[in-house]
């Protein structure tokens, strides 16, 4: 008995300690959504979850070489509008420029992979949120 309350115990820390993440994660996001000047494209926060991806460009997001810069290449955060209705389904939408990659101070580009980083894991909540309520709605 001792066993499965231990286990209840572990996956009731687990699941706190990812809510605590997110709402740390979510308070981090907004103030680099502003820092960044995303908010002059994007008028709301919350807007920014409408799109179906957020993507950057002149930097790897990759793991395993995380920040490293393309050469000739322009920093960008570009967002991915998807509307099923439209003869173009996805369209990309830049929402921050910040030239020349190699021009870019390192501390300006470490936000910039910062807040896409942020923005995914949040996105990835609200799709397991998504996914739960479907499930939910099957039973």
């Given at each position: ?12 820390n ?76 996805s369209?990309n ?41 479907i ?5």
């Amino acid at each position: 008995m001792s066993s499965a309350l231990d286990r209840l115990k572990n996956l009731t820390n687990k699941i706190s300690s990812y809510e605590m993440a997110r709402k740390e994660n979510l308070k981090i996001l907004e103030e680099l959504y502003n820092s960044l000047g995303i908010d002059k494209k994007v008028e709301t926060f919350s807007d920014l979850f409408e799109f179906k991806a957020i993507n950057l460009s002149g930097a790897s997001l990759a793991k395993e070489n995380l920040g490293e810069i393309k050469e000739g290449k322009y920093l960008q955060v570009l967002a991915i509008l998807y509307d099923k209705s439209a003869v173009v389904k996805s369209k990309n939408i830049s929402l921050a420029y910040f030239g020349r990659v190699e021009n870019v101070k390192e501390e300006l580009k470490n936000s910039v992979i910062e807040f896409i980083i942020r923005y995914r894991f949040e996105k990835s909540f609200m799709t397991l949120e998504h996914y739960n309520e479907i499930l939910e709605d099957l039973s």
